[in-house]
């Protein structure tokens, strides 16, 4: 391409058929629209002709300055079948997202958006725009449309001074030059980031086109020039390689001017070589041989190969002193990496866009697929087929949808108003109660899809419901909202715990006369370090209502002096071992003291046991693992005594706690009763609690044994649903 700014229509010679189906169209076109819409179309058409997109593409191109209303399309797809109307509805739905980037303001009650807030929108909408057309070509398309109006308002003296027209460059600027990039579609991209510099900046503009007139016929020869006297000196090295010049554009110039802070005169790559060979060895020997020819440049040598560029472009970059003493640069690589930077985004994606794409490796990948299809189209025999069966399918599973201030969202496919809601803010999706998708009332578990304008109707006070979270009913999809629903019912859950412990504390210390009692005493005194960790605790059942009256009296300092000595007292540890009047335990060093089971841990014949001196209760029987015992030993070990089963326990009933965790159905309490029934194990109490579609079931059980509690339990893991079983 030239380096003039406005380059006119390309006329590319067609077939006798290709004219007259030229013809009906334009004719037809101008007859609808009038002769300035069939001129528009034309030139349309000579850009997708030069990219090779097949006569349906080429026939849509000449349809783009055709009004987008239902009539047009259907009259489109009447004269002109459906493919060509599909691809004409395409570039039309493309265009009604044009004006978000400028519409989507703030409302007065908002911040303006940060320099990192409008470009992520703006990544957004580019992302948006591609994930609305399931046909690539409906992109190239609406490119070679922006580019026919862009080239107008260039030429046209008073639409450089509108400030529309400015606007229009703008968006060109940040959203469709950068699709251009990355698709890899250079010819329109080039003249796209010109034309919109030339409405934007005119006077610098101007300065470098002007430069670049004057100096063109001498570049092109002085480059003809130094590629010959290369490739000469190359073959003779026994190189083979590709020697071919590398033109500059104006607004490439205009970026580095502006990056470098120096005038046009001192850039080193205004005229510039690209050298390509086929093994890495031989870009350095080429390398070698430049700089043996020309003087390099200090400070202008760039090696990409061994040391790639963040996005993995490979090259070697060198400025010299070439012949007639003018500066040059020769950009060196192989063939492969060549292919990688045509083709990968590496070469002039996070380069080229000052490295604020995403970094999505995903898209990334498909991406640089997509533009290999692109190229591979125009060299088979019908490119335009080729191209027609290649959908560009870059968001499998993403839709982006709009608030109504214009703001875009990425949902996962098949997302709802409420991800949407939670998407936005999470207060937003814990108060949500309806929604409207395009200005009409859905169901809150309606799949939205690309582009649709999203309004969440919300209650002032309220929280999720736990239909939500059943997957059958499809209100969520996105794990981001389910993972809020469930904080929401965790969070409710503890506040409940935590007051119905403290209302328990409160009614103990009222029956004991209290109420004035500092409770971070009482909360130390009862072995927690946190006032919420204590009533949680207590709310739970974790803390029994003995252990809560003795924090309290030692709190209150109302322990009898002599039972708390007589606690304290020394335990005599003679070994002589006593029968326990109370189940047969044996407890050793004492006789005829009461003695009874913890209720934290519930201790069974066999399991390693414990005994506990209580200051008013005598002895209770703790597992030896329990970790009230554990804490008590660190505090008080003087208390804590030897103790065994003894031959009488084996016959006595000990009461255990079983929690099964299970898929909850009907018929699920019945089957596992009948289970423990059929062990001979008495069921006693009964507490169960469904969430989510997760029944948790607390059996409170009289067992003789652990071996008859893990013959009941491995029966009880066999029932249907049961996910565990296991005691307490």
Not at 164 to 186: D, H, I, K, T, Y
Request: hydrophobic share 40%; net charge neutral; glycine share 6%.
């Amino acid at each position: 391409m030239s380096d003039l700014p406005v380059s006119e229509p390309i006329v590319v010679p067609s077939s006798a058929e290709g004219n007259g189906v030229r013809n009906d169209v334009s004719v037809w076109v101008a007859a609808r629209a009038g002769e300035a819409a069939a001129a528009r179309g034309e030139a349309a058409a000579v850009l997708m002709e030069r990219l090779r997109m097949g006569d349906d593409c080429v026939a849509a191109a000449r349809l783009i300055g055709l009004p987008a209303d239902a009539d047009t399309e259907q009259a489109v797809q009447q004269q002109f079948g459906a493919e060509i109307g599909q691809l004409f509805v395409g570039v039309h739905r493309m265009a009604t997202m044009q004006g978000l980037q400028r519409g989507a303001g703030t409302s007065a009650s908002t911040a303006p958006p940060t320099a990192a807030q409008q470009a992520q929108q703006t990544e957004a909408l580019r992302k948006m725009l591609l994930a609305m057309v399931d046909d690539v070509r409906v992109v190239l398309l609406k490119l070679a449309e922006r580019l026919v109006s862009l080239r107008s308002a260039a030429l046209s003296t008073e639409a450089r001074r509108n400030e529309s027209a400015q606007a229009e460059a703008r968006e060109v600027m940040e959203v469709f030059a950068p699709l251009a990039n990355r698709l890899g579609v250079w010819q329109l991209k080039w003249e796209l980031e010109d034309l919109s510099l030339r409405l934007l900046e005119p006077h610098q503009y101007h300065s470098i086109a002007r430069y670049l007139d004057e100096t063109r016929i001498e570049r092109e020869a002085y480059i003809d020039t130094t590629k010959a006297l290369l490739r000469d000196a190359l073959a003779a090295a026994g190189i083979d390689c590709e020697i071919s010049g590398r033109s500059k554009h104006i607004y490439s110039i205009y970026e580095k001017l502006k990056r470098k802070h120096c005038s046009i005169e001192e850039l080193y790559d205004i005229r510039a070589v690209r050298v390509m060979v086929d093994e890495v060895k031989d870009c350095y020997a080429a390398l070698g041989i430049v700089h043996s020819m020309f003087q390099p440049v200090p400070g202008e040598f760039d090696d990409y190969i061994a040391k790639p560029k963040a996005n993995n472009y490979r090259s070697l970059h060198t400025s010299v002193i070439g012949p007639q003493q003018r500066a040059l640069e020769v950009q060196i690589r192989t063939r492969e990496m060549h292919q990688a930077s045509e083709y990968g985004v590496a070469a002039h994606w996070n380069y080229k866009e000052g490295g604020n794409a995403a970094r999505d490796t995903g898209f990334a990948s498909k991406l640089a697929s997509l533009r290999q299809v692109l190229s591979w189209g125009k060299d088979v025999s019908s490119p335009g087929e080729f191209l027609a069966g290649f959908k560009s399918s870059l968001f499998e599973e993403t839709i982006f949808v709009l608030t109504p201030q214009g703001k875009i969202i990425d949902l996962p496919k098949d997302a709802t108003p409420i991800d949407f809601a939670y998407a936005v803010h999470s207060g937003l999706g814990h108060r949500c109660r309806g929604a409207k998708v395009d200005g009409v009332m859905v169901p809150l578990n309606t799949p939205l899809k690309n582009g649709q304008r999203i309004e969440i109707t919300t209650v002032k006070e309220g929280g999720p419901s736990r239909d939500w979270l059943n997957p059958d009913n499809g209100y969520i999809r996105s794990n981001r909202a389910r993972g809020k629903v469930r904080q929401w019912f965790n969070t409710l859950e503890l506040q409940e715990t935590l007051a119905h412990g403290r209302a328990v504390v409160e009614k103990d210390l009222q029956r004991h006369g209290q109420t004035a009692l500092n409770l971070d005493k009482l909360t130390h005194e009862a072995g927690f370090k946190s006032q919420d960790d204590f009533f949680a605790a207590v709310g739970r059942a974790e803390v029994n209502s003995r252990d809560l009256d003795i924090a309290i009296r030692k709190a209150a300092g109302l322990l009898d002096e002599a039972a708390e000595t007589a606690s304290r007292g020394e335990v005599h540890t003679s070994r002589s071992r006593a029968k326990a009047e109370s189940g047969g335990i044996l407890v050793v060093g004492v006789d005829k003291l009461m003695t009874g089971l913890a209720k934290c841990c519930k201790p069974v014949p066999p399991d390693p046991i414990v005994g506990f001196v209580t200051r008013l209760k005598g002895i209770t029987i703790h597992r030896a693992d329990c970790s009230n015992v554990q804490r008590m030993m660190a505090s008080e070990p003087n208390r804590i005594i030897d103790a065994d089963w003894g031959d009488a326990a084996q016959n006595d009933l000990f009461s255990v706690q079983i929690d099964v965790i299970a898929s909850d159905r009907q018929g699920l309490l019945r089957d596992i009763s009948d289970v423990l029934a059929r062990e001979k194990i008495n069921v006693t109490a009964v507490n169960t609690l469904t969430r989510d579609f997760v029944a948790k079931m607390k059996f409170t059980a009289e067992v003789r044994s652990m071996d008859q509690l893990r013959a009941a339990l491995v029966q009880v893991a066999q029932v249907k649903g049961v996910q565990s079983a296991r005691r307490v």
